[in-house]
């Protein structure tokens, strides 16, 4: 379970929120909107432990958690703005490492099949560089299902993937959400999913 | 379903696992990107034949001045190097998963400055023999030059690591790395170049060399901490 209580972030001089609190439990997901420079993506890099809030607390399972907390770590699979590949290696090369990375096992089969999931059968031994952004945008999908990770945090991950990936987005995220996981994602496309399980929240 | 995995947090088994991803990583991309590699040395070996060229072809002139002039030539192949330690991660958001991960930052990044040195600093110290040739520098000067080269140029990477990140995100952060890392640099300059000078003079080189050691212990203990530091305050 993810509590946020009375969080606040700034970024210069310009106050982005102030007393911010929700709840997310496990099989909710907590979609967050607002318009650009509302502080959306500053708010989930808080919840990944990326940046540290001006003030308030976050709780991961009833314990206050700090930036870069072990816990958290172990617990979060953050899909930021950059999908963090490598150009130089294959998609095969680059969904590996990063699983390795989340210290999860990562045999080839797994890896294969994960690929072939997300409709990356032929691409697999592709260097990254000749990928369109969407390809790309699906590799970070086939990282959050192999990552065992209970809590997704998601920003923008609807950019770049066509309607075939958006729908396989929303499947993966119900999939996740429905075997107990947690999400927050920032987005304004519907990922149609069932109404029990969504909170919203709309910064201003 | 995903209980926290039984987690490889902060526990010691964690390290040696996350020092080998970086080290197989970071060694994977210098491969394939060779060419990249073979400008730093090639920058180094012309650096260094410039001096001879540049000044006199007298003997016992390039004899004294050739162990500080590879060394100087050593520290610029090293700073030529270093932005390329974090900056590609940063801009491509690796460094945010790699801060996220399980294992602990230290040993991913201590990772990191192994392969760093491997690519960079001991190509510059196995080039240092046929480079000191050059110099008209003694055999046992060779000897000498290249042992020490064998310890400094770790120790250039573990500090360049630290300046390295402290600059990342910067702009014009490599000419600021360059002020910032150079004047650290001056230790290992002073004992590693008077290594072969003590040599010359009869007294031996233990005493500079075992500083050089001593040094790269500090810093192989230190560097991976500070620069794990500032990796998280640059993507704060």
């Known amino acids: 379970m993810l509590e946020i209580h009375d969080l606040a972030a700034r970024r210069g001089n310009t106050r982005l929120f102030a007393g911010l609190s929700f709840k997310v439990e496990a099989g909710q997901v907590l979609v967050v909107t607002g318009a650009n420079g509302t502080g959306k993506t500053t708010l989930l890099r808080m919840v990944a432990g990326l940046s540290a809030p001006e003030s308030g ?3 991961w399972n009833g314990t206050a958690v700090a930036p870069f907390d072990p816990t958290l770590r172990a617990a979060t699979a953050f899909a930021g703005h950059h999908p963090a590949l490598k150009d130089e290696l294959t998609a095969e090369e680059n969904l590996a490492a990063l699983v390795e990375l989340a210290g999860e096992p990562a045999p080839r089969e797994k890896i294969r099949g994960a690929l072939d999931a997300v409709s990356l059968t032929r691409q697999r031994t592709l260097p990254a560089r000749v990928l369109s952004q969407g390809q790309r945008r699906r590799i970070g999908l086939a990282r959050l299902t192999l990552s065992g990770r209970p809590l997704w945090i998601l920003d923008e991950p609807v950019t770049a993937l066509d309607a075939a990936g958006t729908a396989l987005l929303a499947t993966l995220v119900a999939d996740h959400l429905a075997s107990g996981g947690l999400a927050v994602a920032a987005t304004h496309t519907s990922l149609g999913l069932p109404e029990a399980r969504v909170r919203s929240l709309a910064l201003a | 379903m995903p209980s926290a995995p039984a987690s490889a947090t902060l526990d010691a088994g964690a390290v040696l696992p996350g020092v080998r991803w970086a080290l197989a990583r970071d060694m994977k991309l210098a491969l394939r990107s060779r060419a990249e590699l073979g400008v730093q040395l090639l920058f180094y070996v012309i650096v260094v034949s410039l001096f001879p060229l540049a000044t006199t072809p007298e003997r016992n002139l390039l004899a004294t001045m050739g162990p500080g002039v590879l060394w100087v030539a050593a520290l610029l192949a090293s700073l030529l190097s270093l932005p390329r330690l974090f900056a590609a991660d940063h801009a491509d958001g690796t460094l945010e998963q790699i801060a996220l991960s399980p294992y602990p930052l230290p040993a991913l990044i201590s990772g990191k400055i192994l392969a760093h040195w491997l690519t960079t600093g001991l190509p510059v110290a196995l080039l240092a023999p046929l480079l000191g040739l050059q110099y008209a520098v003694e055999s046992e000067g060779l000897l000498v030059l290249t042992a020490a080269l064998l310890l ?64 790269l212990l500090v810093a192989a203990v230190g560097a991976p901490f500070a620069a794990a530091a500032a990796v998280r305050i640059a993507l704060d």
């Open chain 1, 57 to 59: 607390e976050i709780r």
């Open chain 2, 152 to 215: 400094g140029t770790p120790i250039l990477s573990l500090l360049g690591a630290i300046g390295a990140a402290l600059t990342l995100g910067l702009r014009a952060g490599g000419s600021l790395l360059a002020l910032l890392i150079l004047p650290l640099y001056v230790p290992v300059l002073i004992f590693g170049a008077g290594a072969v000078d003590s040599v010359r003079a009869g007294l031996g080189a233990t005493a500079n060399l075992s500083l050089l050691g001593a040094g």
